[in-house]
């Protein structure tokens, strides 16, 4: 399983709303600056965001987005399986799936399982404001002197 570029940008683009949160609406172009990612791809990605109502949007010269709930509310499997879909490393485990032919005799079912609880541990226990104290974490201990 791999995380496409539109999951990660995602992410960041969430967590950039998340930091620079003052209020104000801010513009895909800035938020585009500061992430290193086209303003055309990020508005493809912004429109996914607004239209699950995980992102705000203002019309108009002062116009722009915000994050519509606090960080804590967001976790980043919320954000991928959203941008991604489902997350399980095997087709027989994703929602909705039909009962394998084979479940009651493949050995390799339990691994899929267990990876795919790994997986939902970790993404399922990482919200915004997480990634927002990690960055702070980050660049207090940064030392500007080098």
């Known amino acids: 399983m791999k995380i496409s570029t539109k999951g990660r940008y995602a992410v960041r683009v969430m967590l950039d709303l998340a930091l620079n949160n003052t209020g104000e609406c801010i513009k895909v172009k800035d938020i585009a600056a500061r992430q290193g990612i086209s303003e055309k791809y990020l508005e493809q990605i912004i429109a996914v965001l607004n239209k699950a109502g995980y992102v705000k949007s203002v019309r108009g010269a002062q116009g722009g987005y915000r994050i519509a709930k606090k960080p804590e509310d967001y976790t980043v499997g919320m954000i991928l399986r959203l941008t ?3 997350m399980a490393p095997v087709s027989c485990l994703e929602e909705g799936a039909p009962e ?3 479940c009651d005799t493949c050995e390799t079912l339990e ?3 267990d990876l ?6 970790v993404i399922d226990n990482v919200t915004i404001a997480d990634l927002v104290e990690r960055r702070k974490r980050r660049t207090e201990n940064f030392d500007y002197s080098i």
């Open 111 to 113: 691994v899929w399982k």
């Open 116 to 121: 795919y609880a790994a997986i939902n541990g």
């Open 100 to 102: 394998c032919e084979r």
């Open 84 to 86: 991604e879909g489902s």
